[in-house]
């Protein structure tokens, strides 16, 4: 898959799993710059927004993950759950929000699925939100899927792979973090294991940043 040509480099630099399966054309699970919507600069890194609250930077860095130096706008998109209903992400302003990219025929996709459930059951009172968006699978399949996993967070589908563009996806799986005001936190590019004492130290920290 091409990248988009709207999204730009940053110097923030996130050594991650390399556990997750390419999306054509096929591309090296390697420590990656994160890519980022426009509006960042390339040479600085830098966008609007303030810096992370040190709590979370902490409680992030204590699980494994580095966060930003500086958040930035997630794009917003609109997409079709299983359900046929519209989703729209700015539609979770004021809430944190996991987004995850994934296609059921990922092999780490599948392993991380039950260690997000467990996430979402454990805030999904607390203003979090989840939404995995499948890539170019028919409902049938994805239903099948949710089905046999017994998944019941939502899930999205992107028929021709727009919205896996906008966010710049080459691997899978690949998540974003959003804070509350709509800015990314992190990207995490890999398959994680999201049912842990320091992952869920650091969405509390975010949900209450």
Same mark, same amino acid.
């Given at each position: $898959?091409?990248?988009?040509?709207?999204?730009?480099?940053?110097?923030?630099?996130?050594?991650?799993?390399?556990? /997750?399966?390419?999306?054509?054309?096929?591309?090296?699970?390697?420590? !990656?710059?994160?890519?980022?919507?426009?509006?960042?600069?390339?040479?600085?890194?830098?966008?609007?927004?303030?810096?992370?609250?040190?709590?979370?930077?902490?409680?992030?860095?204590?699980?494994?993950?580095?966060?930003?130096?500086?958040?930035?706008?997630?794009?917003?998109?609109?997409?079709?759950? $299983?359900?046929?209903?519209?989703?729209?992400?700015?539609?979770?302003?004021?809430?944190?929000?996991?987004? !995850?990219?994934?296609?059921?025929?990922? *092999?780490? /996709?599948?392993? =991380? $699925?039950?260690? $997000?459930?467990?996430?979402?059951?454990?805030?999904?009172?607390?203003?979090?939100?989840?939404?995995?968006?499948?890539?170019?699978?028919?409902?049938?399949?994805? !239903?099948?899927?949710? =089905?046999?996993?017994?998944?019941?967070?939502?899930?999205?589908?992107?028929?021709?792979?727009?919205? !896996?563009?906008?966010? *710049?996806?080459?691997?899978?799986?690949?998540?974003?973090?959003?804070?509350?005001?709509?800015?990314? @936190?992190?990207? @995490?590019? *890999?398959?994680?294991?999201?049912?842990?004492?320091?992952?869920?130290?650091?969405?509390?920290?975010?949900?209450?940043?």
């Amino acid at each position: $898959m091409k990248k988009s040509p709207v999204l730009g480099l940053i110097t923030a630099v996130f050594i991650l799993s390399v556990q /997750c399966l390419p999306v054509k054309p096929a591309v090296k699970p390697a420590a !990656n710059p994160a890519k980022t919507p426009a509006g960042v600069s390339p040479e600085t890194g830098k966008a609007a927004g303030e810096e992370p609250d040190r709590r979370v930077t902490r409680a992030f860095g204590d699980a494994g993950l580095p966060v930003l130096k500086q958040r930035i706008d997630s794009p917003d998109f609109s997409a079709s759950l $299983m359900d046929n209903s519209p989703l729209s992400l700015a539609d979770f302003q004021g809430k944190v929000v996991f987004l !995850n990219f994934w296609a059921t025929w990922c *092999g780490p /996709c599948r392993a =991380e $699925m039950p260690s $997000m459930e467990a996430l979402y059951q454990h805030f999904k009172e607390a203003g979090f939100e989840m939404v995995a968006v499948n890539y170019r699978e028919n409902r049938k399949t994805v !239903n099948a899927f949710t =089905e046999q996993f017994n998944l019941t967070f939502p899930i999205s589908l992107d028929p021709s792979g727009r919205i !896996n563009g906008l966010y *710049g996806v080459e691997a899978f799986p690949t998540t974003y973090i959003i804070d509350r005001e709509g800015k990314i @936190v992190t990207r @995490v590019v *890999g398959s994680l294991n999201w049912n842990t004492p320091e992952l869920f130290a650091a969405f509390e920290a975010l949900l209450e940043s």
